[in-house]
């Protein structure tokens, strides 16, 4: 049965009240939505297909909206960093919440920084620290930063999913859909001049496509909600084939150049 008009306008009116409070997502009983849309058929405007490609080559869009942050939809919107993180801690939007130790958000220049570096996942070490890249490709990556003239204060540096996957496996599709509104979020307060992400996994997690190939993707310039975005090699996979650092060195050169910088040194390839 359809909702009446009447209840329908104070359902209405209700999100409205909402959404001016700011918040930006109320739950609703699946019963309750479907019926009030079945009462609004011959107002609805044609459902819109989602984009995971923009409509510009090489530029990069999620279908997720940015300010849906995990199993916190119903809070208000988070402006912070340290509101992401704390609600991160909570969160147990997917499975990976069982298994952490401690969740990782993310750490460094969360004020316009020149890059944001974008991984896979925690690992052991970060799962126990709480802080990102801080193992042995924690470490090589620390090197990649110094080599372009930054140390990691001055950067951002995140990771699409903020709890370990148990083994360091690979983390699952819907893993990283539960977790990708908070990474969407961070970038929206960051505001980054640049996006480094780290591995085919990064790159995945922030473009939704399933046809990523590193090895053909990386040094190639895309964007993602405006923001120029090179894809590189994950340091894990520098650490295991050491003579893709001459091309991921000059990724991240060709980032410099974008941002009007040169290198300290010459030579770098992260080592």
Same mark, same amino acid.
């Given at each position: 049965?359809?909702?009446p ?32 849309? =079945?009462?609004?058929?011959?107002e609805?405007p044609?459902? =819109?297909?989602v984009?995971?490609i923009?409509?510009e ?6 279908? #997720?909206?940015p ?15 340290e509101?992401i993180a704390e609600?991160? =801690?909570?969160c147990?939007? %997917?499975r990976?919440a ?7 958000p993310?750490?460094g220049n969360?004020?316009?920084p020149?890059? #944001?570096?974008?991984g ?8 126990e620290?709480g802080?990102?890249?801080?193992g042995?490709?924690g470490?090589?990556?620390t090197k #990649?930063i110094?080599?372009?003239g ?7 540096i995140a990771n699409?999913?903020k %709890?370990?996957?148990?083994n360091?496996?690979?983390?699952e599709?819907?893993e ?10 961070q970038?929206?307060?960051?505001k980054?001049k640049?996006i ?15 046809d990523v190939?590193?090895?053909k ?13 090179m894809p590189?090699?994950?340091?894990s996979?520098?650490?295991r ?6 091309? =991921?060195w000059?990724d ?6 974008l941002?009007?910088?040169?290198p300290p ?7």
């Open positions: 049965m359809k909702i008009k009447d209840i329908s306008n104070q359902i209405r009116r209700h999100l409205e009240n909402e959404i001016d409070a700011g918040r930006r997502f109320v739950p609703l009983a699946q019963v309750v939505v479907s019926e009030f849309m =079945a009462s609004h058929e011959e609805a044609p459902e =819109a297909p984009a995971i923009g409509a080559a090489g530029s990069f869009d999620s279908p #997720m909206s300010s849906r942050a995990g199993a916190d939809a119903d809070k208000p919107f988070i402006e912070t960093l509101g609600g991160v =801690a909570s147990t939007a %997917c990976l069982e298994s952490r130790t401690r969740t990782v993310g750490a969360g004020s316009t020149d890059i #944001m570096f974008i896979e996942g925690p690992g052991r070490d970060e799962d620290q802080m990102p890249f801080v042995r490709a470490q090589l990556l #990649m110094a080599a372009m930054y140390n990691r204060d001055e950067v951002f699409v999913v %709890c370990r996957p148990p360091n496996r690979v983390p599709d819907d990283m859909a539960a977790c990708l509104p908070w990474l969407l979020r970038i929206e307060i960051v980054p640049t480094v992400a780290l591995g085919a996994t990064a790159l995945k997690g922030l473009t939704g496509r399933t190939l590193i090895s993707e990386r040094g190639v310039w895309n964007k993602f909600k405006g923001i120029p975005l590189t090699f994950h340091p996979y520098l650490m084939y050491p003579p893709a650092k001459v091309e =991921a000059k991240l050169k060709a980032v410099l150049k941002l009007g910088k040169t040194r010459t030579g770098g390839k992260g080592e």
